[in-house]
């Protein structure tokens, strides 16, 4: 079932309206929870509110089940499944084995695995890593400083933070590749301010966004990224949430609303997967050097190969490499042409200001 559009989801919200329940769900980025339309929880602030297709995209962001509404259903089994989720959320810095969280629900390990896989979609160790990173996140956007908020969020290392968080997400290496053979990959067009964009996502997340002059050259560019996988136009019925995010993108680029945090799907080499995950803790309105990230990552002497990474980034804005410049403040290069770059870091300056 296709996602109402964003405004009627976020009237169902206000309105508290049961007759969405299903449909959509929400995710408070300010608690950390995600609930039904019809909750009767304090209303957020819209900035802070995250609209989700459902239970499995809302873990796969690092949210935990409301306590009041309970989205994930009264079932029985269902609860003790979210208490299970629940001691990972106080237990983030804790290597949990699947035996010992089986034994809280009296479930075998190999078992536990698959009911909890089953009912949400992703794995126990999955959806540690998702807290892990929106509590990683937060407290970056708290002004902590990296060091601080990798530890805090229990990672224990920088190199977990930028390798483990993207382990066993999204498209297999060797699909990779093999030039997405085997993957169905739906895209979308707009024409914004920073010119023509195309977003493309499997069904696991956003896989590709790239800038062009023309609308002519998009898809070239994409089957050039995936030339062996089966590209589909996008159209609401068959993949909403593209549309959504396509949507989300747009209004960011051209109206300036709030990046919106969509789920990732890529891949690339264990070096540049690191280096796109520490590109991913920069904040709106700062920059960092290309060696700042080389150190970010315990390689201070890949410089050059953390630019070499930015320059291969997939995906534009959501993965900002533009927030990366040379040692002497200078642009360095970018994909889609350095005058998007100049634009992008001038729209985000006022935040740094701020």
Not at 278 to 296: R, T
Not at 316 to 337: E, F, M, N, Q
Request: net charge positive.
């Amino acid at each position: 079932m296709p996602m109402p559009a964003n405004a009627e989801m976020l009237k169902a919200i206000q309105s508290r309206d049961a007759l969405f329940d299903g449909q959509f769900y929400y995710g408070v980025v300010t608690t950390g929870v995600f609930c039904q339309p019809s909750c009767s929880s304090k209303m957020a602030n819209p900035e802070n509110i995250r609209l989700l297709p459902n239970i499995e995209s809302a873990l796969q962001s690092g949210f935990r089940p409301c306590k009041r509404c309970c989205p994930a259903g009264p079932d029985q089994k269902i609860q003790k499944l979210v208490d299970v989720a629940r001691y990972i959320e106080q237990h983030l810095d804790d290597k949990l084995s699947l035996a010992s969280l089986g034994t809280m629900v009296q479930l075998s390990g190999s078992r536990l695995q698959r009911v909890f896989k089953e009912a949400f979609g992703v794995s126990p160790k999955h959806y540690q890593d998702a807290i892990r990173m929106r509590h990683f996140k937060h407290s970056l956007k708290q002004g902590e400083p990296i060091s601080d908020a990798i530890y805090a969020a229990g990672f224990g290392s920088s190199s977990r933070v930028y390798g483990e968080a993207s382990r066993n997400i999204g498209m297999t290496p060797k699909a990779y590749r093999d030039g997405g053979n085997g993957e169905t990959i739906h895209y979308a067009c707009r024409n914004t301010t920073f010119g023509h964009i195309i977003m493309a996502a499997t069904t696991k997340g956003v896989c590709s966004v790239q800038f062009a002059d023309n609308e002519s050259e998009l898809l070239p560019l994409l089957s050039k990224e995936f030339p062996k996988a089966t590209l589909l136009h996008s159209t609401a019925q068959n993949s909403p949430a593209l549309d959504n995010w396509i949507h989300a993108l747009d209004q960011h680029l051209n109206q300036g609303t709030a990046k919106p945090e969509l789920p990732l799907d890529i891949r690339g080499t264990t070096f540049q997967i690191k280096v796109w995950q520490c590109l991913l803790s920069i904040k709106e309105g700062e920059v960092m050097s290309y060696g700042d990230v080389a150190a970010n990552i315990d390689q201070p002497k890949a410089v050059r190969a953390v630019g070499t990474a930015c320059g291969k980034n997939p995906v534009g804005v959501l993965i900002p490499c533009h927030r990366v410049l040379r040692a002497d403040g200078s642009l360095g290069g970018y994909r889609w042409g350095e005058h998007r770059k100049q634009t992008l870091l001038a729209r985000e300056k006022p935040a740094r200001k701020a």
